[in-house]
């Protein structure tokens, strides 16, 4: 543990999590960077079950959640509601504001500088 | 007031039915949307009975979180949250109340606070919504649940992943509320108004 703050990245996909993840580190390697793909069983798909548990384990009590699309959300959301942590959820642009999250969270730009800027990515309602 | 052995039947029937209509699902899934909804409601059907099928229940909403939960962890797509969220909230509901139009609207609340749907923008809502009032008239019939599902065909879906489509997914039924009409469908099969 780096920083105040801890990213999860999910994807429907394990590769795309796991993907961002990598482009991620190179930026930020004293952020703590979670990413969860795919069902527990492999498939396309999102997993309440394994989102929640990847967000209780962070050790960070702030956590930083991204995510590629609809059901992804929902299964955030519902994590969310059941979680200690304090969790705040980005409708921006999946890559491009995970990137741009963690390179200002890496450079100790302050919170409120950050998410002005990540607001500006926002894509998703 | 509703039952448990009545409830059991139900699930078992909406099981049945989404199995048995799996490809006509994810038809029209495929039509709209990522063509997996017949598959994902299978085999949430399938860990849904395993885990109630046998367990005694003392109690309404025991029963119904066991249900949301299920439909959450193992359905793969939207319609995990959605269905789970609609269970978990009839739990909830369940505390206060035994009448069945309060917990299907309560489910109805569940779906809409997850999904953030609204009347006419072709979803499982659409089929939900004629259906609750139904309920609270006393009148829920087999015509209610098919004509609110033809209704959606002429909706343009600006919800969902069908939204994408935009004015190309006007003509298809939505398959969020074809489930949902087999969900209702089994409830009055089942006999749980009957109480």
């Known amino acids: 543990m780096g920083k105040e703050i801890g990213m999860l990245v999910v994807s429907h996909v394990n590769n795309i999590a796991n993907g961002l993840s990598t482009l991620l580190d190179q930026v930020a390697k004293d952020v703590t960077i979670v990413p969860v793909g795919g069902t527990g069983d492999g498939e396309v798909g999102t997993d309440y079950e394994r989102i929640q548990e990847a967000m209780d384990a962070f050790e960070e009590d702030k956590v930083w959640a991204f995510y590629d699309l609809g059901s992804a959300k929902m299964n955030l959301e519902m994590a969310m509601e059941s979680t200690d942590k304090e969790v705040r959820l980005f409708d921006t642009a999946f890559i491009e504001s995970a990137y741009t999250a963690a390179s200002l969270l890496q450079a100790d730009v302050g919170e409120d500088a950050i998410v002005t800027q990540l607001d500006e990515l926002k894509v998703k309602e | ?195």
């Open chain 2, 1 to 195: 007031m509703v039952e448990i052995a009545s409830l059991k039947k139900w699930i078992e029937l909406f099981g049945e039915k989404v199995t048995e209509n799996k490809e006509q699902l994810n038809k029209l899934d495929s039509d709209i949307g990522d063509g997996d909804h017949g598959s994902n409601l299978t085999r949430g059907a399938a860990a849904v009975k395993e885990k109630v099928s046998d367990a005694e229940y003392d109690n309404l909403s025991d029963f119904f979180k066991d249900v949301g939960m299920t439909l959450v962890s193992k359905v793969g797509g939207a319609s995990g949250p959605l269905y789970g969220s609609a269970f978990i909230s009839m739990a909830k509901a369940a505390k206060e109340s035994d009448d069945a139009a309060s917990l299907i609207e309560a489910g109805l609340e569940g779906i809409q606070k997850r999904g953030k749907a609204e009347a006419g923008e072709k979803t499982m809502v659409d089929e939900w919504i004629p259906v609750v009032e139904a309920l609270k008239n006393g009148g829920l019939t087999q015509e209610v649940i098919q004509d609110s599902l033809e209704k959606t065909k002429d909706m343009k879906a600006t919800k969902g992943r069908a939204s994408y489509l935009g004015d190309r997914s006007v003509g298809h039924i939505d398959p969020g509320a074809q489930s949902s009409a087999y969900l209702f469908e089994s409830l009055l099969e089942a006999g749980v108004l009957n109480g």
